[in-house]
């Protein structure tokens, strides 16, 4: 394995277990600080990853691009940005991250290192709010990659995941790898495992309609202006 893949798969590994980290860390430590206010809770959990994916996609943009995320490595394969070779070696290092971060997350609470959620989320409207939050990620993403904007991916993607925490009905997971790692946590962020599946498929709708858009509004892609790239 070339050098260059080696420490880009690391930093998919390292950049989904501390985003995952951040999400299940923040949800554990607003149930502790807030344990009568669900909406108090939420804006602490929402907060903190806003803020924690912003600062992580700045850390390892560089490395790996900083995906943390299935379909956002799907959707740059499809404008052929990354191979087939490299996308499918992102995944499971996403998936695992995102299982690692959630562990890492519960231990740092004292609570159990693996416990199943309890947290069912697979209902309609719950399955709704994941293909919009899922097309509305991946339109933001790519938006500013096709328009020569993405050094704006960090403020942009957070402030926009922050936002859609209280917009969409599922608190935007918008995201299979940290879907899978979040049934690991039976916390305020968890997911209960017989919801994974059907929130995958709903990310994977949102992802195809999110790359419709990006193809409809952005059909030419625009070069990265020089002092950005500096």
């Not at 502790?32 to 943009?61: C, K, R």
């Not at 900083?66 to 499918?88: E, Q, W």
């Not at 890492?104 to 069912?120: C, H, Y």
Request: glycine share 10%.
């Amino acid at each position: 394995m070339r050098s260059d893949t080696a420490r880009a798969l690391g930093g998919e590994f390292l950049g989904s277990a501390l985003l995952t980290a951040v999400v299940v860390g923040s949800g554990i430590a607003a149930q502790n600080l807030s344990p009568a206010d669900v909406g108090l809770q939420l804006f602490e959990n929402a907060f903190a990853t806003a803020l924690g994916l912003g600062v992580l996609i700045l850390i390892f943009q560089t490395v790996s691009g900083a995906h943390f995320n299935p379909v956002v490595s799907i959707v740059d394969l499809l404008f052929h940005r990354k191979g087939v070779a490299i996308t499918a070696a992102y995944i499971p290092a996403q998936i695992l991250g995102c299982i690692g971060g959630a562990i890492l997350a519960n231990v740092m609470f004292a609570e159990p290192a693996i416990a199943w959620s309890t947290r069912n989320r697979a209902d309609g409207p719950h399955l709704l709010a994941e293909v919009v939050a899922t097309a509305g990620l991946v339109l933001v993403i790519f938006a500013l990659v096709r328009t020569g904007r993405s050094h704006l991916a960090a403020p942009a993607v957070g402030a926009y995941i922050g936002a859609a925490y209280f917009f969409t009905s599922s608190t935007s997971f918008a995201n299979p790898a940290i879907t899978i790692g979040r049934a690991f946590s039976d916390t305020f962020a968890g997911i209960a495992p017989a919801s994974v599946l059907p929130f995958i498929a709903a990310q994977l709708v949102g992802a195809a309609l999110g790359w419709v858009l990006v193809r409809a509004l952005f059909p030419v892609a625009t070069a990265e202006p020089a002092a950005s790239r500096s």
